[in-house]
Each structure stands twice: as C-alpha cells, then as structure tokens.
C-alpha cells in the first residue's frame, strides 16, 4: 500500500520568514494530494491541495510543490505569522473517493 | 452550511466496555470515512462508506470495530470489548462522490479507556 514520509517532524522559524515542509510517496498510482493543518484539539483543515495534472498550486501565503518523478511534494508558506503555529500533514491517495494516506506530521512555531 | 459533527466529543470507557461512536456528514456528501489518530500521529485510515456500501475496511484493526451507515447519511463505528490500545481520537470525514476528493474532517471523539 501506499507510503507517505514527512519532514521535518518540527520546524521553527521567525515571523516573516518561510516554513518549507517535504513529503515523499511511494505509490506511483496515487493522484491528489492534500495538506491539512490541525491546531492541539481541533479538527484537520484541509489548506490546499493539488492534483498531479499540475506541478505547483498557490493560494496566497501558500503554495505546493509536486514532483511525479521523484514523488515528493512540498508545502511552501511565506511570510509566516505566529497563527501558522499548528501540526501540518502531508497526505495522499488515488483519488475518486479512496482514503487518504498521511504523513506523520511537522510541528511548525512561528515564534515572534 | 454545517460541517461534519461527531458525538461524544470525549468518551471514557472501561476496559472491556462498549462505545459507539457517531458521525454526522456534511449534507449530500456521498463519501464517509473514518480514521483513527494516535497521540502525536496522522490520522490512520479505518474505514470508508460510498452511500450505504462500506467498501473498504481494511485499515479496521480487529474484528471488535464495526462500522456502518444503514441510510447512507449518519454512521456509527462501535468498538466491543474496548481494550486500552483502542484509546486514540477517532475522525470521521466526508466528501462529494467523483474525481473531486476534498475531505472535511469532524471534530473527532477522544476515546480513553482506563
């Protein structure tokens, strides 16, 4: 079955700077891939996601990277606030209704 | 509109005990799934509804889960004879049918069993 690696497991970084967070897949069948982010005792919010028909996606602060080749793909978010604080995963799957995969999660702060 | 809601938002349950656990999905959402996360982990895959069909349960880790959604809109993962291992938050999401595979997560019921 599918495979999903993730890291780092904690970032931190400065206001204002960028987070960078990179997952690896290894189900060459797998097509959406979503990034979710969960605060300590809330549900995961779905922040942006891309299908492999395209190479990069971007939704203000946010954007995502994929590579097929390699299978990996990245989330990048800019200008980062201390409200980006919260647990990301990376996730994966074929698509049309199949579960998700998940990575095992990165810690970001955003410190002041 | 409503997103996904899930009851109880916390349950304690003696080893040994049963729990069910409830989830109710956005509205017209063809596609339910449950997931099971451990403390500090992602959210593991258990198992998935199209309609009233369960058509995946293979991430369901023995045969004291059991799930179901008898009318094609709520569902129900009950667990038997709940043993400590079972203690984790379960997350219920649902999505449209089709390519577009957007899944919203409920609020997740936190399981302890003591």
């Known amino acids: 079955g599918e495979n999903v690696e993730q890291h780092p497991s904690t970032l931190s970084v400065q206001e204002g700077d960028s987070a960078v967070i990179k997952c690896t897949y290894s189900?060459?069948?797998?097509?959406?891939f979503p990034w979710y982010k969960q605060e300590l005792g809330k549900r995961p919010q779905l922040i942006i996601d891309?299908?492999?028909?395209?190479g990069e996606k971007k939704d203000q602060r946010i954007a995502v990277t994929l590579n097929k080749t390699a299978k990996h793909f990245s989330l990048h978010i800019t200008e980062t606030q201390p409200e980006d604080s919260a647990v990301y995963f990376c996730?994966?799957?074929?698509?049309?209704?199949?579960?998700?995969?998940f990575g095992t999660g990165t810690q970001l702060k955003v410190e002041l | 509109g409503a997103g996904v809601s899930q009851s109880p938002r916390y349950k304690v349950a003696k080893r040994g005990q049963d729990v069910a656990l409830r989830c109710d999905p956005i509205?017209?959402?063809?596609?339910l799934f449950w997931y099971q996360q451990a403390l500090g982990q992602g959210p593991e895959f258990l198992t998935y509804?199209?309609?009233?069909?369960?058509?995946?349960k293979s991430g369901l880790p023995s045969d004291r889960f059991f799930a179901e959604r008898p009318e094609g809109s709520v569902s129900t993962l009950k667990i038997q004879r709940t043993q400590q291992e079972d203690s984790a938050v379960y997350l219920c999401?649902?999505?449209?049918?089709?390519?577009?595979?957007?899944?919203?997560f409920g609020p997740g019921t936190r399981l302890t069993v003591t």
């Open positions: 999401a649902s999505s449209l049918a089709g390519p577009a595979n957007e899944q919203y």
């Open positions: 189900d060459s069948a797998s097509n959406y």
């Open positions: 891309i299908r492999s028909n395209v």
């Open positions: 996730a994966a799957s074929t698509g049309g209704g199949n579960k998700l995969t």
């Open positions: 509205s017209g959402h063809v596609s």
């Open positions: 509804f199209q309609n009233e069909a369960q058509l995946d």
